[in-house]
């Protein structure tokens, strides 16, 4: 038996997912890689018994390191330090800090994220619109979409594509920017590439804007860059969303959906998504619906993925045309 300061991280996330169970696991793996997926799938049928003494020791070696990732993400790594030197004493506390500092690239403009973002508008606001996307980049979802709402419609289209677009950028760039904010943004700097914004961002931002906004930059986006639009607009609204709708909206789209793809969509989604899914079907129906996901056996999460992209891709098209309404974002989207 392998004792767990022995152990590869690998190893130790192998036996995590296994004491977790499958239907976390399962929730954890949709935010992973493929390769990630294919590397830990092999280490775990690897594994044979684990002694509940070894799982018990990962279970608490994760749990604090997600304390210390959370103490430095509130107050810094002064302030983790300290907490984690109260609760597990010096030498503890400072090996658990030095793994996650070896490992985790503390993000720039650590300071803007605890900043009203009326203050940031006001001092970036006249900004390049490559400097704007950047700092944006790194700020919460709910900042960047308060200071997108702000901007010029021809600046909101122009900082969107720039986020969407942005790869890496370099540390040098970072902290000249950095002092551009030095008044109001303090950081730690990483001395590799640094990678920000993309896709998944602009998708983050655009969740939390008014829809006013929202079509204006898509719609802008369209005749600018389809390919980028349409990736957007993919990823806008994903599966688990689908209690934001309200019960009349989930009766229309449950009517296009058929009852294969339904099953197979919630095989490995929330408890939450199933209830609400539920609640809006006839008893007999929501019945039957649970005994074809019962006798449906073992499937794979492509063939679920696939299943939960066919029903987004109903809702957004039953959106699209007035059908339905989605709520997102605050002001223009009260329902009444």
Not at 37 to 49: P, S, V, Y
Not at 206 to 222: A, H, K, Q
Not at 269 to 279: A, D, L, Q, R, T
């Amino acid at each position: 038996m392998y004792q767990s300061n022995e152990m590869t991280n690998k190893q130790k996330a192998a036996i995590l997912l296994i004491t977790l169970g499958p239907e976390v696991s399962s929730q954890i793996f949709k935010h992973l890689r493929e390769e990630e997926i294919d590397k830990l799938t092999l280490e775990i049928a690897n594994q044979r018994k684990v002694p509940q003494e070894q799982k018990d020791k990962i279970l608490t070696e994760f749990h604090q390191m997600l304390m210390a990732k959370d103490y430095i993400s509130s107050g810094g790594l002064d302030y983790a330090r300290e907490i984690l030197e109260k609760a597990l004493g010096t030498e503890k506390a400072v090996a658990i800090i030095n793994r996650l500092t070896s490992s985790l690239q503390i993000r720039p403009f650590d300071f803007a994220r605890k900043t009203d973002p009326a203050q940031l508008l006001n001092f970036i606001q006249n900004e390049h619109p490559q400097t704007i996307a950047l700092i944006m980049s790194y700020l919460q979802p709910e900042q960047s979409g308060v200071i997108l709402c702000s901007l010029p419609p021809d600046r909101q289209v122009d900082v969107a594509k720039r986020i969407a677009t942005m790869d890496r950028t370099s540390p040098d760039v970072l902290k000249d920017v950095e002092r551009i904010l030095e008044r109001k943004l303090s950081s730690l700097v990483t001395q590799d590439f640094t990678a920000a914004g993309g896709v998944d961002s602009i998708v983050e931002v655009l969740n939390r804007v008014d829809r006013t906004t929202e079509r204006t930059i898509i719609e802008n986006l369209e005749i600018q860059d389809p390919e980028l639009a349409e990736e957007i607009k993919r990823r806008m609204f994903v599966f688990e969303d689908i209690v934001l709708l309200d019960d009349r909206s989930l009766q229309l789209v449950l009517r296009e959906i058929e009852s294969k793809d339904l099953a197979l969509s919630l095989k490995a989604s929330s408890s939450e998504v199933g209830e609400k899914i539920y609640k809006n079907m006839s008893k007999r129906a929501a019945d039957m619906l649970r005994e074809e996901i019962e006798y449906m056996g073992p499937v794979r999460i492509r063939d679920v993925e696939e299943a939960q992209q066919k029903i987004v891709n109903v809702i957004r098209r039953l959106e699209e045309s007035g059908e339905i309404v989605v709520a997102r974002g605050k002001g223009d989207e009260i329902i009444v």
